[in-house]
């Protein structure tokens, strides 16, 4: 099932356009991946791979946002400066842990999820910036890393244990593309100077 994304700024002669920080880039993005990755999540579920709770799919949705930040911050990385690219990831690591402890809160009670999702990026994102990103794109490594990692939050049985296929080779480069697309429609970016 597709999702529909409105990644482009709103502007009419009715409706005086206003400029866009990137702060509000980053929490329209934050939105739109929260969107793309619960529907990724869901997806696995309908595709028949076992969630033993809710708690659990979210633990899922994280990986896919991990992945969806290192993506935002490699193409960030291409026409941002320093600065801006690190507020800009900053603000959408923010933005999503908002979402995360929104959800937890719902599905598990009130406590502090933020610290634990914060950790869990620092780690991701420290282990995706030794993995391939070519030409706007996530490399095989890339897309096989996220794939264990969900793997990793399902359980390796019989059920669960072909997740990284399925990952690898239909979900991982749909989010990408998605993701893609909705950084240069937010920041206003052509593709062609994006690389």
Known sequence: MAIRIKDKWHHSRRNRPTPKSLQDSAGALAFIG??????????????????????ERVGVICEFVAFEIQLADRLAYSFLDDDEREGFINELGQRFADYLQDNLTDLDGPR????????????????????????????????????????????????????????????????????????????????????
């Open 34 to 55: 929260w969107r793309v990755a619960l529907e990724k999540a869901q997806n696995l579920n309908r595709e028949g791979y076992r969630y033993d709770s809710d708690v």
């Open 112 to 195: 502090n999820y933020r610290d634990s999702f914060v950790a869990l990026l620092n780690e991701r994102l420290s282990d995706y910036a030794t993995l391939t990103f070519k030409d706007g794109e996530p490399g095989f490594d890339a897309l096989r890393y996220l794939g264990s990692k969900v793997l990793g939050v399902l359980g390796d049985d019989q059920t669960n244990r072909w997740v990284i296929d399925q990952i690898v080779a239909l979900d991982a480069p749909e989010v990408a593309e998605k993701i893609s697309n909705s950084v240069f429609n937010l920041l206003s970016v052509p593709k062609k100077d994006a690389h």
